[in-house]
């Protein structure tokens, strides 16, 4: 089972990017994916959660109204679309395979995908 999560780089404030995690061993659309970050120095956050069940997401504070998430399931992909981000969204990005879907507490993850660097400056 491999994940890999792709489409970071540099953005101006205010703009919008797409992330992309795709998976071979596994069809991401069996199982709630999970997108988390970590910017240098501070602790791996939870930033996103998306069901196996249509329209159930969950959004940290951080992120609600600006992240959505989405699901191809031709591609076997996941995605996460970044609108308005703020320098604070400067982070390495990671999607993972939930044990679970929640919406209260960080769910256990199972796989990891490599990140991707998502830096937002002027």
């Known amino acids: 089972v491999q994940l890999q999560a792709s489409g970071g780089g540099l953005v101006q404030p205010g703009g919008s990017r797409r992330l992309s995690c795709v998976a071979s061993?596994?069809?991401?659309?069996?199982?709630?994916i999970g997108w988390f970050r970590q910017a240098p120095g501070k602790q791996r956050e939870w930033v996103s959660c998306?069901?196996?069940?249509?329209?159930?997401?969950y959004y940290s504070d951080s992120v609600k109204g600006r992240f959505t998430t989405s699901r191809d399931s031709a591609k076997n992909a996941v995605y996460l679309q970044m609108n308005n981000l703020k320098p604070e969204d400067t982070a390495v990005y990671y999607c993972?395979?939930?044990?679970?879907?929640?919406?209260?507490?960080?769910?256990?993850?199972?796989?990891w995908g490599r990140g991707t660097q998502v830096t937002v400056s002027s």
């Open positions: 061993g596994i069809t991401l659309d069996y199982y709630a």
């Open positions: 998306v069901s196996t069940a249509p329209g159930s997401a």
């Open positions: 993972a395979r939930l044990r679970y879907y929640s919406d209260v507490d960080p769910p256990p993850a199972d796989y």
